[in-house]
């Protein structure tokens, strides 16, 4: 039993480092567009990319089964060239990108808005170009808030249980991670299996919630230097 939560263990692990890289430049790319620009359909744009943080799990899931299924958009035109995403652990990884996605946004977007736009546009007399003044000097100043955004992603995708278990299943040794170890230890009976998972879970959890809170809620003076 031992050896199978370490198995689930790091693959969850494993999984949301996986999701959070997936979502990381479209989600800094979004939030950074969210904060800095206006433009037609911006709040339809917000309101999608959170949909997920209010919507059942389970919907998410069958969206993404919808997309990625043999006979779907996407999954049509994979299917051709001999690669199938559901049940298998690509399924899991997106799972866990789509429900972390909306935190990555949300707290990223926070951290440009309080990028003060002289340091900017002083960058840019000096000659830079916006790519240089993004990567130099708008993403270090809100990299703290992205951090923990990144971290809020990742736990969000450790927990994930919903849009996983219907695009990817829950199979043994291939794509049961902590939540849904937990579901099907509670399932059988396993209590003893269940509060271990419970346990690894919670601290894995508490690990990550609070470094997420340490870099959002540093004193105001840091934050300003």
């Known amino acids: 039993m031992g050896g199978e939560i370490w198995q689930i263990t790091w693959f969850t692990v494993l999984a949301a480092i996986g999701a959070t890289l997936v979502m990381l430049p479209p989600g800094i790319a ?6 800095r620009k206006q433009f037609p359909g911006k709040s339809l744009l ?3 990319a959170s949909l997920p943080l209010v919507m059942p799990a389970t919907a998410t899931g069958l969206i993404l089964l919808y997309l990625f299924g043999r006979y779907g958009p996407i999954g049509g035109l994979l299917a ?4 199938n995403v559901v049940f298998t652990r690509v399924a899991v990884v997106l799972a866990m990108a789509s429900m972390g996605f909306p935190l990555l946004v949300r707290t ?3 951290g440009f808005e ?3 736009p002289r340091y900017e546009q002083l960058a840019a007399t000096l000659g830079a170009g916006p790519w240089r003044i993004f990567f130099t000097v708008t993403l270090p100043l809100a990299g703290r808030t992205v951090l923990a955004g990144t971290l809020l992603a990742l736990s969000r995708g450790i927990g994930e249980f919903g849009a996983t278990i219907v695009i990817a299943g829950n199979i043994p ?3 049961r991670t902590l939540a849904l170890g937990i579901f099907n230890a509670i399932e059988v009976g396993h209590d003893r299996e269940a509060m271990l ?5 919670v601290a ?4 990550l919630i609070s470094l997420s809170n340490r870099l959002i809620h540093r004193p105001a003076t840091e934050a300003r230097t």
């Open 204 to 207: 894995i959890a508490f690990v």
């Open 114 to 116: 309080e990028v003060r």
């Open 80 to 83: 051709p060239l001999g690669v």
């Open 46 to 48: 917000d309101t999608v």
């Open 197 to 201: 998972l419970l346990f690894v879970s």
């Open 108 to 110: 990223a977007r926070s």
């Open 173 to 175: 040794g291939r794509t």
């Open 30 to 35: 979004l939030a950074w567009l969210l904060a």
